[in-house]
């Protein structure tokens, strides 16, 4: 089953403002949007994602009720070294599949990239730091798809969901999305974070095809398929800035 194809034309109606509570939180609204959700990026962002319809009493009250994890999520931001570089050269450590690789480029006519051990090797034509960048992301985001359909068609046999379409993004902030079209979309750059982390990103997105929202019930049915998921969410936690921080680009959605 194919159900890898680019992102819906139609653009949902989407507004945008600013409430200037204990953080200044950044709202965005939206039309097509049926739940709420609050979010700290890595950058220490506070934002909501919500309906078009919320109101900020609403909104007010929904941060206030979750300040103790915003606060949470703070310090481990404070606590996170900030200072590594997503300059890719020769001799750069990247992760695949958890597992961390050395970068060896060399010149060649012709470009190939292969995996050997801990080592990734890049032959092009040239080497520097814009060229490799532009190969390894294409590199990396073809064995996303790759690993990602076949994750999705593994659990969505489990599950008994089928996502109407499956999408790759570049995130700022969230890891996958489920909208109520039934699409699913994830952040190709998972691919860089142990296989059973990238199951417990398809499974959670898989899972809201049940329940469209994080209640009991849908944490119920993602633990019944994986019980380790919460070690999962702690590695995300924990290892967020420096994947976000790989192929990053200004355009990169939120």
């Given amino acids: 089953m194919n159900w890898f194809t680019g992102p819906a034309e139609t653009t949902a109606i989407v507004r945008d403002s ?6 200044p939180v950044e709202v965005r609204r939206s039309a097509r949007r049926r739940t709420v959700e ?3 990026t890595w950058d220490n962002r506070v934002r909501v994602l919500c309906p078009m319809i919320l109101s900020d009493a609403r909104i007010v009250e929904f941060i206030q009720n979750r300040s103790a994890w915003i606060e949470d999520k703070l310090k481990i931001n404070a606590s996170t070294p900030h200072g590594s570089s997503s300059l890719i050269i020769d001799g750069s450590v990247l992760f695949f599949r958890g597992r961390q690789v050395t970068l060896v480029a060399t010149r060649a006519d012709r470009t190939a990239i292969i995996i050997d ?7 092009a ?6 060229l490799l960048t532009v190969l ?6 073809k064995r996303a798809k790759e690993i990602l359909l076949e994750r999705t068609q593994f659990y969505s046999q489990a599950l008994g969901y089928q996502p109407g379409k499956v999408i790759l993004k570049t995130y700022r902030s969230m890891w996958g999305r489920c909208n109520a079209r039934g699409e699913l979309a994830f952040d190709w750059r998972i691919v860089m974070a142990p296989d059973t982390v990238i199951d417990y990103l398809v499974v959670h997105e898989l899972c809201h095809l049940g329940y469209f929202d994080h209640s009991s019930r849908f944490w119920d049915l993602v633990e019944s398929v994986k019980p380790d998921f919460r070690e999962s969410k702690s590695w995300l936690r924990t ?10 680009r200004d355009s990169d959605t939120r």
């Fill in 38 to 40: 609050v979010r700290v």
């Fill in 18 to 23: 600013t409430l200037q509570l204990q953080w």
């Fill in 125 to 130: 034509k040239g080497n520097s730091p814009e």
């Fill in 239 to 248: 290892n967020a800035f420096w994947i976000k921080q790989m192929f990053k």
């Fill in 136 to 141: 390894l992301r294409d590199w990396f985001c």
């Fill in 117 to 123: 051990q801990d080592r990734l090797f890049v032959q």
